[in-house]
């Protein structure tokens, strides 16, 4: 998890049994809002993909940031990673192009963030204490202070306010 239970009890100033599952639900729904869209989770996950070959020397893998690439075949056969540089989203083959073709290019890496962003944990405390306050029935409320001594008007239906400070971070199309 992006956040903990603890956390978001700090950062909302709502603190519940610890039969009380809802809040962890909460932070599921609030990283699941963040990694839709963001097109990724930006937490450390191992990954076993197939790619559809594009012609081209770079190859974007849909996650970020690579820090392992473990393995790459092309056709079914295993290439030597000393060819092939990886950056941010993508491995980049040298003095080749990988062949365009359908499901033909078996990528094993590891990416995400070891450490997340401070701007995507705040992200995903605010919205999951937005999601909180609305599932209590308290539509009465029209603004909210948080701990940082920010004061957001809610609003759940649209969370593009608080995510477009993750847009650094977001795949390019």
Known sequence: MIVTKDELEQYS???Q???NKSQE???ESAEDILSSYLGYSPEV???SKFYDGNGF???RLGAKPIFILESVSIDGVEQDLKNIDFDDDSIIIRNGVFPVGRKNIAVKF???FEKI???MKMTVLRIATLLQLESDSNIGVSSRSFQ???RTFLNTKNYEPYLIQCSSYKLLA
């Open 110 to 112: 590891t990416a995400g």
């Open 13 to 15: 100033g709502v603190y």
């Open 25 to 27: 639900l909460y932070i």
């Open 45 to 47: 996950k191992s990954y």
């Open 117 to 119: 962003p401070a701007i």
């Open 17 to 19: 049994d610890k039969e």
């Open 57 to 59: 020397s770079d190859l």
């Open 148 to 150: 940082d001594n920010t």
